[in-house]
């Protein structure tokens, strides 16, 4: 059911969120923070949904390579705002 519902990017899971608030919360964060550390360095640590969400923010993905777009664990990801 996991992967099913890892596909379905409208999918709230029982006491969740589903992809696109992740993405909707997360777009906010990355467009406050533009405002905010204009002209800084900012170091975001988080989990491999919401690296994928950030991921998306910067560059274009299609759902199927959303779905499948893996970092693995403790991996540096530098993007620019």
Do not use: W
């Amino acid at each position: 059911d996991f992967l099913a519902n890892k596909r379905c990017f409208a999918y709230k899971y029982p006491g969740g969120e589903s992809m696109m608030q992740v993405a909707y919360r997360v777009y906010g964060l990355l467009e406050e923070i533009k405002v905010k550390y204009a002209g800084k360095k900012v170091l975001l640590i988080c989990h491999g949904g919401v690296c994928r969400v950030l991921h998306t923010y910067f560059q274009d993905m299609t759902n199927e390579e959303f779905f499948n777009y893996n970092l693995d664990n403790a991996v540096l990801q530098e993007y620019e705002l």
